[in-house]
């Protein structure tokens, strides 16, 4: 049975207005690209999946999709929530916005930790990438449950210890078809996913 969306860390849900401005917009936009291409959707039981995130001011703040929006086909803003605050060891969430953040904000914040260069982050689910590449590129444990202060210790060992590839994908061993992109932009890290797609499912000539 599929745990997907199921949210596993205590969250201080300020209900408030969405995050306003053009970060806003352009998470909507790559977000609709990317649901476009399947990498982020719902699979035949109606259980969603995928998340999107972007670097805020101050630079520890992150807007994020919100919880159980993955299979929605178009978001409007009231789908987005701004995170205020974490505590990756203490698996904790403070968010404000009209909905509660993604069940993967530990994991999205732990890759805003572990750079400043890292502004936006993207999860999705893809089985041929994730088939392809777990284990080649920086994959976390087989072990680790996504959501968790495990998976983000992972990801954090993962950056740290990693000579940072230039595909900057990290493949999640225990979260099966779990890929997350990140980059300098959302159009950095939506291009590192798309190209990669795109190069799988070419004709070889």
């Not at 994020?64 to 929530?81: D, K, M, N, P, V």
């Amino acid at each position: 049975m599929r745990d997907e969306g199921v949210i596993k860390f205590a969250c201080k849900w300020i209900d408030g207005p969405p995050p306003g401005g053009h970060k806003l917009r352009a998470l909507n936009e790559w977000r609709q690209l990317l649901y476009g291409q399947g990498l982020i959707g719902a699979y035949a039981d109606g259980i969603g999946y995928g998340n999107i995130s972007v670097r805020d001011t101050p630079s520890r703040q992150f807007i994020i999709t919100g919880s159980g929006t993955g299979g929605l086909e178009r978001l409007t803003s009231q789908h987005f929530t701004c995170v205020l605050d974490y505590d990756l060891e203490g698996n904790y969430v403070q968010c404000k916005g009209p909905i509660q953040a993604s069940s993967e904000t530990l994991t999205h914040a732990s890759f805003y930790e572990a750079s400043r260069s890292i502004n936006a982050v993207i999860h999705v689910h893809h089985d041929v990438l994730w088939q392809t590449y777990r284990n080649k590129l920086p994959t976390t444990s087989s072990q680790v449950a996504y959501g968790t202060p495990e998976m983000a210790r992972e990801v954090s060992r993962l950056l740290k210890d990693s000579d940072r590839p230039a595909k900057q994908l990290v493949i999640m061993g225990g979260h099966e078809e779990g890929v997350m992109a990140y980059g300098s932009s959302l159009g950095h890290a939506a291009s590192i996913l798309l190209n990669c797609c795109d190069r799988m499912f070419r004709p070889s000539l």
